[in-house]
């Protein structure tokens, strides 16, 4: 499954999400439909699942928050392993993703 | 009567006169929310610019005064009352500065300065993490997240004017700051 716009792309293949392009969504409302598909992949039994943001080149504070809202999700359910992928070449994510480790602190946060 | 100022006071009378005003009126075409991500894209092609030697430095410049300007014009797109938005810009003294002015209603600034007064007390890290733990369990938006990764992963300077106006408006007055370029931040 796969929802987009002009400006960005996210999918998921097997336990792995894919985000990519520039995310300028208009709040919670907006990001929800982002949110229950990768929700849904949290709660669909695997024993890990890794949100790649290698190609995510801009992301606003809804998108951080929906980012953390989905990091609290996983935290809640014990037995799952989340690993985030990120890049040094998107300078934003050196700043605000570490916050997730944060908040989940047994996330394991790759930063190429 | 003298606007009341929250953040860094000093920040409100600095001079953007030599910079880059753009105002964001509504026109036939109405102002949407997507005009927030292509001004906050025009400034950041246009500042960015002097730092474009170093490749690192202008990738960095560019992104930093680009989120910067995309939260607080977002801000200023979702919140206002009918009206336009003045934006001015420019580099001075080793850092970006923007300053974005527009009206917003009398129960949206007491809601905002509430959040103001607690950042007042507390460390922009801890209130962030504690708002995003606030926002797993409710839906609401307008919760500041925006400002918060402002201050806390962009080591921001900020100041914020409220001054009354006529029909219990307030003309809110938002000037931030971040260090250029980039690298010379620790």
Redesign the interface.
Known sequence: MEISDENFRVWAEQNEVYFDG?F?L????AYAPIYSLISGLLHDGHKQVTFNLTGLE?L???G??LL??LT??ARKMGDLLLIVKGTHQ???QA??LP?LK??HPLLDLRLA | MAPTVYGIESLTDISLDSGTRLTLTDGPLQLGWKHSGMTADFIAEVMALPFSRSRKDYMQAHHDIGYLSNELIENAVKFRQPGEILIEAGISEGSFLIRVKNTIDGATASRFQQLLRRLQSKDPGELLLEQIETNAISSASGSGLGLLTLLSDYDAKMAWAFEENKNERIILTTTAAVAMPPSSNP
Request: charged fraction near 25%.
């Open positions: 520039v300028r208009a709040g919670p409302d801009f606003n504070s809804s951080i928050n953390a809202k609290i999700e998107y300078p934003w700043k605000s916050n944060k908040l």
